[in-house]
């Protein structure tokens, strides 16, 4: 069956699905037709009212869709939200991070701000020390104060 997809400047794009896909396997089709990633859309089903598709794993026919129906695609950006470093002088920063920002991402909002090299970063969080991935892999979360400490310099004993 057909249906209409509807952007939120009013392009229409007309895709073909089989009742029993799921709404999480229209989202892919949303990607690979227009490029957009499947965490960023957000799915109305328009039918009178306004009916969100928004369990994943639910079949489209669940939700009423027949050959014909439109749904609204609206493309969302992931809100930021707050976390604070805390230097090894004890001062507190602010910054403002997405949810998905990789480690790597933030050390290097850090150097800009904090003038410490990423190499010489060395930023804890509940005991773990933030390596590589995303902040969201080691429970960083709104609000969260993530700790700098320098990393130790090498040398030789005597």
Same mark, same amino acid.
């Given at each position: 069956?057909?249906?209409?997809? *509807? #952007?939120?400047? /009013?392009?229409?794009?007309?895709l073909? *699905? ?15 037709? %227009? ?10 089903? *328009? ?15 669940? =939700? /009423? ?7 609204? %695609? ?8 707050? $976390? ?10 602010? =910054? ?6 990789? $480690?790597s991402?933030?050390?290097?909002? $850090? +150097?800009?701000?904090?003038? *410490? +090299?990423?190499?010489?970063?060395r %930023? ?8 590589? /991935? ?5 429970? $960083?979360?709104? @609000?969260?104060?993530?700790? #700098?400490?320098?990393? @130790?310099?090498?040398?030789? =004993?005597?």
């Amino acid at each position: 069956m057909d249906i209409t997809i *509807v #952007m939120l400047d /009013g392009k229409t794009h007309t895709l073909r *699905v089989n009742p029993q896909d799921t709404v999480g396997s229209l989202k892919m089709l949303i990607q690979n037709k %227009l490029g957009f990633p499947p965490q960023k859309q957000k799915l109305i089903f *328009v039918n009178g009212q306004k009916t969100p598709l928004n369990d994943d794993s639910q079949y489209i026919s669940y =939700y /009423g869709l027949q050959s014909g129906s439109r749904v609204s %695609l609206l493309i969302t950006q992931p809100a930021t939200m707050q $976390v604070f470093l805390r230097n090894e002088k004890g001062q507190i920063s602010t =910054y403002d991070i997405k949810p998905e920002e990789t $480690v790597s991402d933030f050390k290097t909002k $850090v +150097q800009h701000r904090e003038g *410490v +090299q990423v190499s010489q970063q060395r %930023l804890l969080h509940q005991s773990r020390e933030l390596l590589d /991935g995303k902040l969201s892999d080691y429970d $960083v979360k709104e @609000l969260s104060t993530i700790n #700098m400490t320098g990393r @130790l310099r090498g040398g030789v =004993y005597f």
